[in-house]
């Protein structure tokens, strides 16, 4: 039950104290000292909230510990999500030795047996597809006339090309169809490397000059840009012998129904 006083005659009060209910016993304060001892809890509370925020902040800096040790400015954090953790979000694509954006050894990229038998026959496989291609490419009709080489890998393909006198111009230069036809069939070739086993036809080629092609060597080089559904984007480059720029294209490609077959020179 709570503490109730006694009852005082008429007259009489209670002088000014304050009363605690304790599990020792009622100890009574002064309310002139009360004000005083509660700023003084309260500044206390401050220093402690303070001193619990420094250590927070300790606990979130992390740090990572190896056996060779690391230098202080050292960035080991990721840079994709930018946390500081010692563990990989697995976010980055890795590079051919297996190391990821931050400079570290990605684990996403160790394989096991199953996995390094399926990228084996994979590569294998667009070996072969690339080479089928080439072999397309060269046995076309149209590229009689031309004598053009040809290589391919992924996502890209190189064209090479000799300007013969029949296609000169009168001012001595190469024709704009020749180079218009390798631009557009490296272009072409770059997207089709990642497609299988069907036919890729454009859709549109855009085509700039430069300035205009001497005779001698042509080289086009195409590369795959992206894809919006099932358009392919890619561009091309075409460049003479001495490396300096003619012309380049940007193309759309989109896969037909008709299936590369033998027939075709696909083999």
Same mark, same amino acid.
Request: glycine residues 8%; proline residues 5%.
């Given at each position: 039950m ?25 100890m ?12 003084e809890?309260e500044?206390g ?15 979130r800096i ?93 996502g890209?393909?190189?064209i ?13 230069t190469?024709?704009t ?14 997207a089709?490397?990642t ?14 000059f ?14 795959l840009?992206? =894809? !919006? &559904?099932?358009?392919?984007?890619? +561009?091309?480059? %075409?460049?003479?012998?001495? #490396?300096?720029?003619?012309?380049? =294209? !940007? &193309?759309?490609?989109?896969?037909? +129904?008709?299936e %590369?077959?033998?027939?075709? #020179?696909?083999e």
């Amino acid at each position: 039950m709570p503490f109730m006083p006694p009852r005082l005659p008429r007259g009489v009060q209670w002088a000014s104290c304050h009363i605690v209910n304790s599990r020792e016993g009622a100890m009574p304060r002064d309310h002139g000292n009360r004000g005083k001892e509660a700023e003084e809890i309260e500044c206390g509370d401050r220093d402690e909230d303070g001193e619990r925020r420094k250590k927070m902040q300790k606990k979130r800096i992390r740090t990572v510990s190896t056996k060779k040790g690391v230098k202080k400015y050292t960035y080991l954090g990721c840079v994709m999500t930018r946390n500081r953790s010692a563990w990989c979000y697995r976010l980055c694509p890795p590079d051919a030795k297996g190391r990821g954006r931050c400079g570290r050894v990605a684990p996403h990229s160790f394989m096991g047996r199953t996995q390094l038998a399926i990228a084996k026959h994979k590569r294998k496989r667009l070996k072969e597809h690339f080479s089928k291609l080439e072999r397309m490419y060269l046995s076309a009709p149209c590229n009689d006339l031309y004598e053009p080489g040809i290589r391919v890998s992924e996502g890209a393909a190189e064209i090479l090309v000799q300007v013969k006198k029949e296609f000169l111009d009168p001012d001595g230069t190469a024709q704009t169809t020749l180079c218009m036809k390798v631009l557009a069939d490296a272009a072409a070739y770059a997207a089709s490397s990642t497609v299988e086993p069907y036919l890729m036809k454009a859709v549109a080629v855009n085509v700039y000059f430069t300035e205009a092609a001497p005779s001698g060597r042509l080289i086009a080089r195409g590369r795959l840009v992206g =894809s !919006s &559904g099932d358009h392919l984007m890619a +561009e091309s480059l %075409l460049t003479d012998s001495d #490396g300096v720029e003619i012309a380049r =294209s !940007s &193309g759309t490609f989109v896969a037909c +129904e008709t299936e %590369l077959s033998s027939d075709m #020179g696909y083999e």
